[in-house]
C-alpha cells in the first residue's frame, strides 16, 4: 500500500511539474525555440532503443534475489546489465556527437537559432544517452528489492528541482540552452542519488567489471529482444510524429504539436499505471499455474484498465480547447484537435498495454513481437499519408488508426486466443461497457459545451472533472456488473476510513 500510494505521489508531482513547465518555457522560449526543443527531444528519444531492456531485467533479477537470498547472483547480473548500459551509452554519446551537427540540416530550425540548437541538443543528449540508461539500471534495482517509495522520493526532488532550476534559467536569459542545462544537471543529481540508495538500502550491493557474466548476457537477450520491440512500438507512438511534422510543416507547427503530445502522454502514463501493478498478480497465478485464475484476471483486469481510460477521456477529449486555451494561451488553439485525438489514441492503447503485461509475465514475451512491429509501420505511413491532406490532425489520425487497428482490434484478439477466452465474450465482459459508457457522454458533452460560456483554466478543469463524475454515475449506475459495483464500494469504504483515521491524527487525539 505504501509503494502504490509513494506512486501515486510521484506522478501528481512529476504531472504537476510538466504542468507548470510547458507554459513556463513555452513563453520564455518562444514558438520557434520551443519547437526546436520539441523536435530534439523526439530525436533523442530514439536513442532509448538501446537501453535493451537492461531496467526490466534489472527489475526482474532483484526481485528474483529478494525471494531467493542469491545476493551474489544478483550482483553479477547487475554488474553485467550495468556494464551493458555503460557500452550502449558510449556508442549512443558518439552518435549523439556526430548528428547534433546534421540536426540543424536535416530539420528546418531557423538559421538564427542553429548555434543554440547544436549546443542544446548536446546537452539534451548528454542526458538521454550518457546517463539515463546506467541510472535506470540502478533506479530498477530499487524497484527490484522493494524499495520503491525511496525510488519515487528521489524522482519527486529532482522533478521539483527541475522546474525550479528551469525557471531559474529562464528568467537569467540562458533560454534554450538553459532550459537543456537545467534538464542534464537534475538527470546526473537524479542517477547519483539512486547510486547512494542502492549502496545504502539494498542488502550487500556489490557492483564491479569482475562480476560481469557473458552467460547471464545471453540469458537476458531474448528478453532484451522483445522488450526493444515493444520500446520501438513505443517511440514510434510518440517520437516519430513531431519530426514528419518538422519535415512536411513548419517549426511552429512542430511546437503546437509538442504542447499537445506532452499532454497525451501523461495520459498514457496515468492508464499505464494500473496495468503496470498487474505484474505481481500476473506473475503469482502464472508460476501457480493457475490457467483459470490467469484468464478471469485478464478479463477483469482489460475491464479495469478501460473504466481508468474511460475517464481520462472524458476528462480531456471534449474538454481539450477549453483546457488548452486556459493552460497556454490561444497561439497553441491549433493543437486542440491533435490534444483530442492523442488523448484518445494513448487511452485506447491500455488495451495493448494489458496484453503486453500478460504476455511478458507469462513467458510469452516473443508473442507480442508480430503486433508491435505491425503497429509501427502502420503508425509512421498512416502519419505520412495523412500529413500532406490534414496538416496536424493528419499526423495525429495516423497515430489513432494504427492504434485502433493493431493496439485495440489485433491485441485484444491476440490476448484472448492465447488465453483461452472467446473472442467476442471477452469484448462484451471486458472493455465494452466502459468504452460505451465513455463514448456515449464525450459525445454529449461535445454537443452541449457549445452552449457554455468562455472558461478559465480552473473553470475547464472543473467541468472536466464533472463529466468524469457524469461517467462514472453512468457506469455504475447502469453498466457495471456486480463485482464492480462491490468493488467501488470497498475501495469508497477503504476510502472513508483513511479520511477518518486522518481526522483522529489531530491534535484534540494527543493525550
Request: net charge positive.
Amino acid at each position: 500500500m505504501k509503494s502504490a500510494g509513494s506512486n501515486v505521489v510521484r506522478l501528481v508531482v512529476v504531472m504537476a511539474c510538466q504542468f507548470m513547465l510547458v507554459p513556463i518555457t513555452l513563453h520564455a522560449l518562444g514558438t520557434d525555440k520551443y519547437g526546436v526543443y520539441a523536435l530534439a527531444l523526439s530525436v533523442l528519444g530514439f536513442f532509448g532503443l538501446l537501453e535493451l531492456g537492461a531496467g526490466t531485467a534489472a527489475v526482474k533479477y532483484a526481485a528474483a534475489a529478494r525471494g531467493s537470498g542469491d545476493i551474489p547472483g544478483r550482483n553479477s547480473a547487475i554488474s553485467t546489465l550495468l556494464i551493458m548500459s555503460l557500452a550502449s551509452s558510449a556508442f549512443a554519446a558518439l552518435c549523439v556527437a556526430v548528428l547534433a551537427f546534421a540536426f540543424p540540416v536535416l530539420f528546418p530550425v531557423p538559421a538564427a537559432l542553429r548555434s543554440e540548437a547544436v549546443i542544446a541538443f548536446v546537452l539534451l543528449g548528454g542526458r538521454s544517452a550518457l546517463l539515463a540508461w546506467p541510472a535506470g539500471v540502478f533506479r530498477s534495482t530499487l524497484i527490484g528489492d522493494n524499495r520503491i517509495s525511496a525510488a519515487n522520493s528521489v524522482q519527486i526532488v529532482t522533478s521539483i528541482g527541475l522546474t525550479f532550476t528551469t525557471w531559474l534559467f529562464l528568467k537569467m536569459g540562458w533560454s534554450l540552452i538553459g532550459v537543456a542545462a537545467s534538464s542534464l544537471i537534475w538527470f546526473a543529481v537524479e542517477g547519483g542519488a539512486y547510486v547512494v540508495l542502492c549502496r545504502k538500502h539494498v542488502q550487500e550491493f556489490r557492483v564491479s567489471r569482475s562480476q560481469f557474466d557473458r552467460k547471464l548476457l545471453r540469458q537476458v537477450s531474448s528478453l532484451s529482444m522483445s522488450q526493444l520491440f515493444i520500446t520501438v512500438s513505443g517511440m514510434i507512438l510518440l517520437r516519430t510524429d513531431p519530426i514528419i511534422v518538422g519535415k512536411f510543416l513548419t517549426i511552429g507547427a512542430v511546437a503546437q504539436y509538442g504542447v499537445a503530445l506532452r499532454v497525451s502522454e501523461n495520459v498514457f502514463q496515468l492508464a499505464k499505471q494500473y496495468v503496470n501493478a498487474l505484474s505481481p498478480s500476473i506473475a503469482r497465478l502464472y508460476g501457480a499455474k493457475d490457467e483459470a485464475g490467469l484468464r478471469r484476471l485478464f478479463v477483469s483486469s482489460s475491464r479495469h484498465a478501460t473504466i481508468a481510460a474511460g475517464a481520462l477521456v472524458v476528462g480531456v477529449v471534449p474538454w481539450s480547447d477549453r483546457l488548452l486555451l486556459g493552460w497556454v494561451g490561444p497561439k497553441m488553439l491549433p493543437a486542440a484537435p491533435v490534444m483530442a485525438i492523442l488523448s484518445l489514441a494513448m487511452a485506447l492503447c491500455t488495451v495493448q498495454m494489458v496484453v503486453s503485461n500478460f504476455l511478458t509475465f507469462t513467458d510469452r514475451h516473443k508473442k507480442t513481437v508480430p503486433f508491435t512491429t505491425v503497429g509501427m509501420l502502420l503508425n509512421v505511413a498512416m502519419s505520412l499519408l495523412l500529413v500532406t491532406r490534414m496538416g496536424l490532425a493528419g499526423v495525429a489520425c495516423g497515430t489513432l488508426v494504427s492504434v485502433l487497428i493493431v493496439d485495440v482490434v489485433y491485441a485484444s484478439w491476440l490476448g484472448a486466443t492465447e488465453f483461452g477466452v472467446n473472442w467476442r465474450e471477452y469484448v462484451v465482459q471486458g472493455p465494452l461497457r466502459p468504452a460505451f459508457c465513455a463514448l456515449a457522454v464525450t459525445l454529449a458533452v461535445w454537443q452541449g459545451k457549445a452552449y457554455l460560456p468562455d472558461m478559465s483554466l480552473p473553470t475547464a478543469a472543473l467541468a472536466s472533472l464533472v463529466s468524469v463524475g457524469v461517467y462514472a454515475a453512468l457506469y455504475f449506475g447502469a453498466a457495471s456488473s456486480a463485482d464492480d459495483k462491490a468493488k467501488a464500494q470497498w475501495i469508497w469504504n477503504n476510502l472513508l476510513k483513511k479520511l477518518q483515521s486522518l481526522r483522529g491524527l489531530g491534535p484534540s487525539s494527543i493525550q
